[in-house]
């Protein structure tokens, strides 16, 4: 294995940040649910974030959280496969590691198609040379050098439009607050439509 480059380390630690490190808490439950004991929690949780920081590549990762949490299975697993004395909680409980709710939540998914869409047209919205470069980088995965040749630039462009586009996403979502979700309707509430 060869050592990450810088940018795929920072690539690597912003996407563990945005899409793995929300969902510990949710992991934490699930594995007390399972009867981890609490002086193992830490390690196996521990152990999740060793392994996913080795990764040669993350690309393959569609949904973070399942990720996380098969991963957590794996490690479960490995240590009651290693393990000569195994607590009865954990017999019994061997089985839910199976049929754990791995995706996200409706209200999360909705969510998250929401800021994906908001993000898009904040996206639209850059700069024609600015967005174009920030598309093929980072939404099209281009690297660097790609990108020059793709726009007949230089890469030193390529590197200054980038971190231009990602300062003003970050600075336009700052300054317009993400849309709120409307509140559901109490149940049995009447409507006068009529």
């Avoid at 009867?35 to 521990?46: C, P, R, S, W």
């Avoid at 152990?47 to 973070?64: P, Q, S, W």
């Avoid at 630039?153 to 390529?158: A, D, F, G, L, R």
Wanted: aromatic residues 4%; contains cysteine.
């Amino acid at each position: 294995m060869t050592a990450p480059s810088g940018e795929h380390r920072r690539a690597l630690l912003a996407f563990v940040a945005t899409q793995i490190l929300p969902h510990e808490h949710d992991l934490r439950r699930w594995l007390k649910r399972l009867g981890v004991k609490a002086h193992e929690l830490d390690d196996i949780v521990q152990e999740v974030y060793c392994r996913l920081l080795r990764l040669d590549r993350f690309d393959h990762i569609a949904d973070g959280r399942a990720y996380l949490f098969r991963a957590a299975r794996n490690v479960v697993l490995e240590q009651v496969r290693k393990s000569r004395i195994v607590s009865m909680m954990t017999v019994q409980n061997i089985d839910d590691l199976g049929i754990a709710d791995l995706g996200p939540s409706p209200e999360a998914s909705v969510s998250s198609r929401a800021e994906l869409d908001r993000v898009l047209d904040l996206i639209k919205g850059l700069p024609e040379r600015c967005r174009m470069v920030f598309e093929l980088r980072k939404i099209n995965g281009l690297s660097q050098a790609e990108t020059a040749r793709a726009l007949h630039i230089t890469e030193n462009v390529v590197e200054k439009e980038t971190a231009k586009g990602l300062s003003l996403l970050l600075q336009r979502m700052a300054d317009t607050p993400a849309p709120r979700r409307a509140a559901p309707a109490a149940f049995g509430a009447v409507h006068a439509a009529d």
